[in-house]
């Protein structure tokens, strides 16, 4: 997402109908602020299960950074749980987990309603963008959420990638030090690669999402139970999710990088693909990408289900009749 969210989408989730059939349902039966109860819900629990994912992922693309704080090295997913749980205790793979919900919150709630406002804004003002509106206003979206929450993201990242549940201190007087000798603006360090990767994340995701929510759909006769509901955006939002990762992985280890590398605050983009690739090759880009499948895939799938079955069980408390934005 979403990172998540990068909702993470995170990597974050929202409700989008193919282009050829979306229509303005925004205020529909449910209410913008029931839409972001049921989205917060989603990315509390999401955060809360793919932590230790995104520790272990960390620490495979942080490890090999010059001028980064050195920590073991991890030679895989597994490999990185038992050493971690090993040395540092159970604990350490839920490191960055305030941090991450904290992001959570605010990240979802600026996403949704900014996804709804310039949807619909889109969707007024230039005809000829109406069946893409979905596509711009997400993007959108992304670009303001990412913004705001970019220095948690930093401070959470760096957070992650050393050792030992002490490392809280050390890391915020690294922050601060890093702020007084380079600026507010070193806060957001690793932004634009932030960027490249969510906004094509949430592009590839819901392009992929709706294709195979379509093919399900027959399976489920369109129902709008909670249970078929469920299965059906669970997996559309698992597969699409496992795609948009993998394409998206170069851009992650450069954002990983750059806000890790503490050797230098100048340094530019170019100069950090350069180095990936002499250091490890062009495999560089896709170190920490098993990982980072295996986080995304179910934190795409538990998001997208719970923030669709959170709004039909808004509908059914409400007693209305309620079509679902998706058909």
């Known amino acids: 997402m979403t990172d998540v969210n990068e909702l993470e989408l995170f990597e974050t989730d929202t409700g989008v109908q193919p282009p050829s059939t979306y229509k303005t349902t925004s205020s529909g039966s449910v209410s913008s602020v029931e839409r972001m109860m049921a989205a917060c819900s989603g990315a509390i629990l999401t955060t809360l299960l793919v932590t230790p994912l995104d520790v272990i992922k960390t620490r495979l693309q942080s490890q090999v950074i010059p001028g980064s704080v050195k ?100 890391v915020w007087r690294g922050v601060v030090r890093m702020v007084h000798k380079d600026g507010v603006s070193s806060l ?36 709008n139970d909670a249970v078929s509901q469920f299965h059906t955006s669970f997996v559309a939002g698992a597969s699409s999710g ?40 062009y495999q560089g880009f896709f170190r920490g990408v098993v990982p980072r499948v295996i986080k995304v895939a179910p934190s795409c799938a538990i998001m997208i289900s719970s923030y669709e079955v959170g709004k039909l069980l808004f509908a059914d408390r409400r007693n209305t009749t309620y079509t679902h934005p998706h058909r």
């Open 71 to 170: 920590t073991q090295q991890l030679h895989g997913t597994w490999d990185g749980i038992t050493k971690i749980v090993r040395h540092e205790g159970i604990p350490a793979l839920w490191r960055g987990l305030s941090a991450g919900l904290v992001m959570a919150i605010p990240s979802t709630i600026i996403y949704f309603v900014g996804y709804d406002y310039i949807r619909d804004q889109t969707q007024i003002v230039n005809q000829t963008l109406h069946d893409y509106s979905p596509l711009w206003a997400g993007g959108a979206a992304r670009v303001v959420a990412a913004a705001v929450i970019s220095p948690i993201e930093l401070f959470r990242t760096r957070l992650q990638s050393v050792e030992g549940l002490q490392g809280f201190g050390d």
């Open 188 to 223: 957001w360090r690793g932004l634009l690669p932030t960027m490249l990767r969510d906004v094509p994340f949430s592009a590839v995701y819901w392009m992929g999402y709706e294709r195979i929510k379509d093919r399900l759909q027959p399976q489920t006769v369109r129902s």
């Open 242 to 281: 496992m795609i948009a990762a993998v394409i998206t992985t170069p851009f992650d280890v450069i954002k990983t990088q750059r806000q890790v590398s503490s050797i230098r605050a100048d340094i530019r983009f170019s100069q950090l693909l350069r180095n990936i690739v002499a250091t490890e090759g």
